[in-house]
């Protein structure tokens, strides 16, 4: 009892966590040398947004030691580029910008930057700080579809909102657009929540995107954080309630309280390597890693209990591969020894964007953004029919050829997971696509399709993990449904910006524009469009996925690494499935909920300790 009491306590409440002492960065230090061969606790590869919350967690028993190492650097006080979320874009190309490059794709798709965020907050420091939250029964599927026990709404919503300190609406911004329903929010968390509010006046266009798809009996204003996200509403942001509004960034808001504290040590500038292994005839155990800057320069450091993967969803499964965990023939073709054959660095799985954007008369400038998320028969209007028919008859086919392609590894696996795409889309009427509505002097969408059939892979091709000679490839549009609802919802952009309400602003359309691609453009003419004019939506999830062993997954739900003892991965790798939501939300409630396991293994495991050594004592 009083584990499990220590467990919710010190998981869902971030006593401590949520102050803003004066800025304390003792706890960082970038010489190698300080920690070479040391012995922390727990060590964490990777200082974004989920290894910062572990050890923020796990670093508030003094009793423990805690080691987080990063490539980057402490960036949440570079200034505006960082600081303010207005500025989003900006800093990408930047050394706070990773930038993987992907292979080239296909012929007539090119290849593609993808941005993610390189330094003490990870991509919190880089992202659009939109604060939503997928639907329902997509967490549920977790549990019920692929054997996560506890990762159920009703349960995982709670340590969402643990992360979450909500600011509510004044009466002006929910006259904009707002809603807010308390009991979808928490209170005392660590990261500052609330509307972004420029304090110009609100563009008029929110209104009218609202009263254009309410005559299509399209819900709006709603709170997109309670569990339902489908129609038109503004939302909120991860920022704080000052003046500036300055960006609530993992580094700001998880390291900088917890900094001052003399059991957690911080190294930046280095690179994790590998985590360094012990394989007796019994068990695969993890004891440390080995980190650096190149293979000239390499040092080791050691871990008591756990080391905790937390380099983002196209670096971790790349640790483990090299490491000697993963595919055979993928770790054979870069020239390491197989320790354990686990199917590492597949299930890949991104959104795609494109923009819609349209000039507008002075009538309807100001500020705001909204949301659209649209069902699938709301995507795809007349073409629904062409789309349900690919839906209902090419499962196994796309299993099939995606397996051949290297994005899975078991076609009936991969069919479960197709199945539960599909029933969510053709029977839960969950949102499908995201259209992001930006009014700054512009009817500018964002858009993405949220539930991608596609799945690529990850994968390292040398032994040397400094070299970061590596095979990125999401393998974008990859399946013809994807493609198909990636032009669709663009259409579906340009056919909002001037219907309903929305003409009273609109002036003319400047991307595509006509010139681009004409008026009356059908569903072949933007495919083709689309291909050319596309970006990653830097959502991966899923290359170490968080299921049954048997269904392809990589990790137990704890995440745990399935036969390695004293290994997890707790980032964005280990999410099974896509959501309608912005990631930024299920990955903090993820870190908590796995933190509070580690400290309920850590407890049982001290316990078993003393009564050993009292026994001891007895003799």
């Known amino acids: 009892m009083s584990i499990i009491r220590f467990a919710f306590l010190g998981a869902v409440v971030f006593n401590g966590i949520a102050a803003s002492p004066p800025p304390d960065l003792s706890c960082i230090i970038d010489d190698p040398y300080k920690i070479k061969n040391a012995t922390f606790d727990y060590i ?33 006080d570079q200034g505006p580029l960082v600081e303010d979320v207005n500025e989003y874009g900006k800093i990408f190309g930047s050394t706070v910008d990773w930038a993987f490059e992907t292979l080239n794709q296909t012929a007539d798709i090119p290849q593609q930057t993808i941005r993610s965020g390189r330094g003490l907050g990870g991509s919190t420091l880089i992202n659009g700080a939109t604060w939503t939250r997928p639907h329902k029964i997509q967490v549920d599927s977790w549990e019920k579809v692929f054997g996560n026990t506890g990762w159920n709404w009703n349960n995982f919503s709670t340590y969402m909102k643990s992360a979450e300190d909500v600011r509510k609406p004044n009466d002006a911004e929910i006259r904009a657009g707002h809603n807010f329903i308390s009991e979808c929010h928490g209170k005392h968390g660590p990261v ?30 709603r709170d997109f954080s309670c569990g339902n996200p489908h129609g038109v509403s503004m939302f909120p942001n991860s920022l704080h309630a000052n003046w500036n509004q300055t960006r609530s ?49 390499n040092f080791e450091v050691y871990a008591r209990h756990e080391v905790l993967l937390a380099a983002g969803a196209l670096s971790s499964p790349l640790i483990l591969e090299y490491s000697g965990i993963g595919i055979k023939k993928v770790l054979e073709n870069a020239n390491v020894s197989q320790v354990l054959e686990l199917p590492v660095g597949i299930n890949v799985q991104d959104q795609t964007t494109t ?73 839960d009427n969950i949102a499908y696509s995201e259209l992001f509505m930006d009014t700054e002097g512009a009817i500018n969408f964002d858009l993405w399709t949220l539930i991608p059939f596609t799945r690529g892979f990850v994968h390292i091709l040398h032994r040397d ?68 004019n596309f970006r990653p939506n830097y959502h991966n999830v899923g290359s170490c996925s968080m299921m049954a062993r048997e269904l392809g997954g990589v990790v137990n739900p704890q995440g745990k690494v399935y036969d390695v003892h004293g290994l997890r991965v707790i980032d964005a790798s280990v999410v099974p499935t896509q959501v309608s939501a912005h990631i930024m939300t299920v990955l903090y409630g993820m870190a908590v909920k796995i933190s509070a396991d580690i400290m309920v293994d850590y407890h049982v495991k001290m316990e078993k300790s003393m009564l050993e050594t009292a026994k001891l004592e007895l003799k």
């Open 44 to 76: 964490v590869a990777g200082g974004g947004l989920t290894g910062l919350t572990a050890a923020a967690i796990l670093s508030k028993n003094p009793n423990i030691s805690v080691l987080v190492i990063e490539a980057g650097f402490y960036e949440s």
């Open 192 to 221: 500052h929540v609330g509307p972004r509010n420029t304090r110009a006046h609100y563009s008029p266009l929110m209104k009218a995107l609202m009263d254009t798809v309410a005559l299509s009996g399209i819900p709006t204003k």
């Open 249 to 297: 960034d993992a580094g700001r808001e998880m390291l900088l309280p917890s900094c001052s504290r003399s059991n957690l040590k911080v190294l930046v500038g280095q690179v994790v390597g590998k985590v360094l292994l012990n394989s007796q005839p019994e068990a695969i155990q993890a004891h440390g890693v080995q980190f650096g800057t190149n293979r000239h320069s």
């Open 355 to 427: 923009t819609v954007r349209s000039e507008i008369n002075d009538l309807g400038y100001g500020q705001g953004q909204a949301i659209y998320f649209a069902t699938f028969n709301e995507t795809f209007g007349k073409y629904s029919s062409l789309a349900h028919n690919l839906l209902n008859k090419n499962l196994k086919r796309w299993a099939r050829e995606t397996v051949d392609n290297g994005g899975f590894n078991n076609i009936t696996a991969l069919i479960i997971q197709y199945e539960n795409y599909r029933d969510w889309l053709t029977k």
């Open 465 to 532: 993990p400094y070299l970061r000679h590596v095979m990125t490839n999401p393998r974008y549009f990859g399946n013809e449904l994807d493609i198909l609802g990636q032009a669709a919802a663009s259409k579906l952009a340009r056919d909002l910006s001037d219907a309903g309400s929305m003409a009273r602003f609109y002036e003319k359309e400047v991307i595509p524009g006509a010139t681009k691609l004409k008026p009356d453009a059908n569903l072949d003419e933007w495919i083709s469009y689309v291909k050319q």
